[in-house]
């Protein structure tokens, strides 16, 4: 159940064949946190496609407010699930119970028992869609060269620790920085502490709190290997046994950073402060505001590239970046507006020769799937109105109509588009 707080599913998966998972987004919930709890999932077995077990046709029963999901949204919905590495799309329930508490749950017959009804001749039409679309999509995989580092263990630590914010939430951290390569069309993978990094160019760890044996090591080899590390705030602080690293955070990630945080201030709510920028790093430049905490940093070995800019210790580093072998680990020392971390992760994918895989308007995702010598390119109208952009003068094939389309691309609002494409495009 995508970040479900109670079970870690990572030590889970490595006992089950096949990994599924309920989807039942709020409809106020962001569009990128739904892909981020897809590709938890995906990430649960490194990569392996996954099943799109539950989502309810039209709306839910258990929620404060259980609206419907508009005309097309279902489709969009379960085609975004297929984007990101769903195998199947299933719903609950067939049929509306008539009894306890999931009476009101939507279901694909309603109460009235017959199929002249909105949702079922939704579902249906999905159907036949599915049916013309057949195995050509599946078993394929993702082929991204961004990772985001997600741990239960760190999360239960962290949240459960006396201090020092009770506004600190893990998911939510996590989720900034996946909402800040999500805007930018950059997929990206959500990886255990224990999987193999070979595969990336920019890994990311966001509050890694815990640090367990052998991660810092592994940090250092794939930086000197030329990876970019991004770490924040509140990192390296304890070990496996949330037993304080002593001699100086960030503890075990201390060396690779290059920065030492002398202490850890918590920001009431609405409080915050600014980081200012001292160069430009891509496009930032200028201030920007940040809160909850500020580690309060030296740095060692690392270039300062953006500085506080209020309280005592205005002036003192907010951002850094390391060189360690032949990359780079940047250090956040607190947690930012969304334009600062779109700007600096646009900046660090450049560097690594990491490229969106379209250019398009807000509120149209693009996520992508590999299978052989063919890349599937989904592009999702999350908007309720038709949107413009271009995909390239190479006509490519549609799946869901057959037809060849290149340049100027006008998607209705909620429609789909799946292109067919080279691999090596």
Not at 123 to 139: F, H, R, T
Not at 254 to 276: C, F, T
């Amino acid at each position: 159940m995508g970040t479900y707080p109670e079970l870690d599913y990572f030590k889970w998966a490595k006992y089950m064949d096949i990994v599924s998972w309920d989807n039942y987004p709020s409809m106020d919930t962001p569009l990128s946190f739904t892909s981020m709890s897809h590709d938890l999932m995906r990430g649960l077995k490194s990569g392996q496609p996954f099943m799109l077990m539950e989502q309810t046709p039209s709306q839910q029963n258990w929620q404060a407010y259980n609206g419907l999901k508009r005309p097309g949204v279902m489709r969009l919905w379960s085609y975004q699930a297929v984007a990101h590495g769903a195998d199947t799309v299933m719903f609950f329930q067939l049929r509306r119970s008539i009894g306890a508490c999931e009476k009101y749950h939507g279901a694909v017959i309603e109460h009235v028992g017959h199929e002249h009804t909105r949702v079922f001749r939704e579902c249906a039409e999905l159907g036949k869609e599915l049916q013309l679309l057949g195995d050509q999509v599946m078993n394929s995989r993702a082929r991204n060269r961004v990772a985001i580092i997600f741990d239960w263990d760190n999360r239960w630590a962290l949240e459960l620790s006396s201090g020092p914010s009770v506004a600190l939430n893990y998911v939510d951290e996590v989720h900034k920085y996946y909402d800040a390569l999500y805007q930018l069309n950059i997929g990206t993978d959500i990886v255990s502490v224990d999987e193999d990094l070979t595969a990336y160019d920019v890994v990311i760890a966001p509050v890694m709190y815990m640090v367990k044996p052998g991660f810092a090591k592994r940090i250092e080899e794939f930086v000197g290997n030329g990876g970019t590390f991004v770490s924040t705030f509140f990192s390296g602080i304890v070990n496996e046994n949330d037993l304080v690293t002593l001699g100086g955070y960030p503890g075990e990630l201390r060396n690779v950073l290059g920065i030492w945080a002398e202490e850890i201030d918590a920001l009431y709510p609405g409080q915050s402060n600014h980081i200012r920028m001292t160069e430009e790093v891509g496009s930032l430049h200028g201030s920007y505001s940040c809160g909850i905490l500020c580690d309060i940093i030296h740095a060692e070995h690392a270039e300062v590239l953006a500085e506080y800019g209020d309280d005592f210790y205005r002036g003192t580093p907010v951002l850094t970046r390391n060189h360690y072998g032949q990359g780079k680990a940047y250090y956040v020392a607190s947690s930012p507006e969304q334009a600062f971390l779109q700007g600096l992760l646009e900046q660090l994918c450049t560097e690594q020769g990491i490229q969106p895989l379209l250019h398009t308007p807000s509120g149209v995702e693009v996520s992508e799937r590999v299978k052989g010598d063919k890349s599937y390119l989904f592009i999702l109208n999350h908007n309720e109105d038709e949107r413009s952009f271009d995909i390239g003068a190479t006509p490519n094939r549609e799946l869901l109509t057959g037809r060849f389309i290149s340049n100027e691309v006008h998607l209705a609002g909620r429609d789909v588009l799946i292109l067919e494409r080279s691999s090596f495009v």
